[in-house]
């Protein structure tokens, strides 16, 4: 199976760390996220993949360099949009009858292979649960009788960012814009699914904190 890595981004609300480095070259644990996420989905099924790049694509390619990884780099020359990038990368993946796909700021320990395509779906979304980013509380009349850090809101899930996509998808994609907006109208046509990842360790790398965190729970071996 080929994983498509959507890795061109500028990782602004990362600088100035990303002034100089890209985001999927920032290290966790002592591994740059891009390299968690290839060892994440080769323990799933995927054997080669293609990296969308970009934002200082050369150090991503130099990173890579001399690796005996199957691995190839498809080049924006503009940001192209989520979207865009996938269509960016047709010649490549359309000749596969599906493929994962994945942002590429995300750790986690959900299975990408448990996501299936069934006869007329485009796309197989992940859903995680969406936590609340504040700590609640639970008061009885003028009186409080609890406090909760950060709990999971249920009944709310959150688009993990991991895909599995069927080949169809290319005739639909934009030259340039986000996969979200082309979902609204899938899900509109019955064409998009999903599955449910309830107890699974899953964060978007998108700031200072969210990297520590991540840092905390990959060496405390909540990730992997």
Not at 99 to 111: H, K, M, P, Y
Not at 174 to 183: A, I, N, T
Request: proline share 4%.
């Amino acid at each position: 199976m080929k994983a498509f890595i959507l890795a061109g981004g500028y990782g602004t609300r990362l600088r100035p760390l990303t002034n100089r480095t890209p985001k999927p070259l920032l290290e966790l644990a002592g591994k740059p996220i891009i390299k968690w996420q290839i060892e994440w989905l080769s323990k799933n099924g995927a054997d080669s993949f293609v990296v969308g790049v970009g934002y200082l694509k050369h150090k991503i390619k130099n990173y890579f360099k001399g690796t005996n990884l199957n691995i190839e780099f498809i080049t924006e020359d503009e940001p192209l949009g989520t979207g865009g990038a996938i269509k960016n990368a047709a010649h490549v993946l359309a000749k596969e009858r599906e493929f994962i796909a994945v942002n590429g700021d995300i750790i986690s320990s959900l299975s990408p292979k448990k996501l299936s395509l069934r006869k007329n779906d485009i796309v197989s979304m992940a859903l995680v649960p969406l936590k609340s980013p504040y700590g609640v509380i639970k008061a009885r009349g003028s009186r409080i009788i609890e406090f909760r850090e950060k709990p999971l809101l249920k009944g709310y899930w959150l688009n993990a960012g991991v895909y599995k996509i069927s080949n169809k998808i290319f005739r639909m994609l934009p030259e340039k814009g986000s996969l979200e907006e082309l979902f609204q109208r899938l899900a509109q046509k019955n064409k998009i699914s999903c599955t449910k990842f309830s107890d699974v360790y899953w964060r978007s790398v998108d700031s200072l904190k969210d990297m520590e965190e991540a840092d905390k729970a990959i060496k405390s071996g909540n990730v992997y």
